[in-house]
C-alpha cells in the first residue's frame, strides 16, 4: 500500500501562472478529499469527492480554483491565474465509503509557492 | 452547522509533564464520531485515535480520550509528556451516515521542553 500519491512536491509558479495538483488516493478508497493549509489559517477544506462525483465544493474559491476527479485512481486541482496568497501546502486525503465515517489518510502534501 | 474548538493554540510543557489539550464539540446530530490527529513538523496529519462511544476511554501510543456526550468534550490526555510529542495536534467531528467529511478543530501546537 503505497499511501496517498501527490505530485509534485513542490511548485513554485510566477503571479498569473496557471498550477496543476495531483493526487492519487489509495486503492478502494471512493472518498478524496483536498485541503490547504498555511500557518496563518491551519487546516482549511476545499472539496471532496464520493465515488468521482463532487459532493462538496464549500471550501473551494470561486474563482480560479477548479478539481476534477475524471477516474477513482486520480484527482486533480487546478488553480488559474495563481496569487501570492494561494501560496499554501495542498493536502490531499482518502477514505473508506461506507457505513463510516472513516479514517481520512493524508498524502505528502503539495507545497506551492507563488512568486 | 456542526463546529469543533480548541482554545489553545499553542500548549508549552516541560518533559515529563502531563499533557491535556481540550476539543468541545456542537453538532445537531446524536451519534458523533471524534478523532484526534496528529502532525509532526514537514509531515502530513495521521490519526492518533478515534471514538464514538460515550463515556470509554480511548487510548493508543499513550495517549488517550474520552468523548463525554453530556458535555460535548473530547480531551486529548497523557500522563507524562516526551519531546517527541511535540506536534500540531487536531480535533476532528464526523456523524455516522454523513457525507463524510470531518469538522476540524482549529488546531493546538503542542511544544515540549527539555
Known amino acids: 500500500n503505497a499511501g496517498v500519491i501527490q505530485t509534485p512536491r513542490h511548485k513554485v509558479t510566477g503571479k498569473g501562472q496557471e498550477a496543476t495538483l495531483w493526487c492519487e488516493p489509495i486503492?478502494?478508497?471512493?472518498?478524496v478529499f483536498w485541503y490547504r493549509q498555511t500557518i496563518v489559517q491551519g487546516l482549511e477544506f476545499l472539496t471532496y469527492?464520493?465515488?468521482?462525483?463532487?459532493?462538496?465544493d464549500s471550501g473551494m474559491p470561486k474563482e480560479r480554483f477548479s478539481a476534477q476527479m475524471p477516474n477513482q485512481s486520480h484527482s486533480t486541482l487546478k488553480i488559474q491565474s495563481t496569487q501570492p496568497q494561494d501560496s499554501a501546502v495542498y493536502l490531499c486525503?482518502?477514505?473508506?465509503?461506507?457505513?463510516?465515517?472513516?479514517?481520512?489518510?493524508f498524502g505528502p502534501g503539495t507545497r506551492l509557492t507563488v512568486l | 452547522g456542526d463546529s469543533v474548538t480548541q482554545t489553545e493554540g499553542l500548549v508549552t510543557l516541560t518533559e515529563g509533564l502531563p499533557v491535556m489539550l481540550n476539543c468541545t464539540y456542537q453538532t445537531i446530530y446524536s451519534n458523533p464520531f471524534l478523532f484526534w490527529y496528529v502532525q509532526h513538523l514537514n509531515e502530513s496529519p495521521r490519526l492518533l485515535l478515534k471514538?464514538?462511544?460515550d463515556n470509554k476511554r480511548t487510548e493508543h501510543q499513550g495517549f488517550h480520550a474520552t468523548l463525554h456526550k453530556s458535555s460535548s468534550s473530547f480531551h486529548l490526555q497523557k500522563s507524562s509528556a516526551q519531546l517527541s510529542d511535540s506536534a500540531l495536534y487536531y480535533c476532528?467531528?464526523?456523524?455516522?451516515?454523513?457525507?463524510?467529511?470531518?469538522?476540524w478543530g482549529s488546531g493546538t501546537k503542542l511544544i515540549i521542553k527539555p
Open positions: 486525503a482518502s477514505s473508506l465509503a461506507g457505513l463510516g465515517p472513516y479514517e481520512q489518510y
Open positions: 469527492f464520493r465515488n468521482q462525483a463532487p459532493i462538496d
Open positions: 471514538s464514538f462511544t
Open positions: 486503492s478502494g478508497h471512493s472518498a
Open positions: 476532528a467531528l464526523s456523524e455516522t451516515g454523513s457525507n463524510y467529511q470531518l469538522i
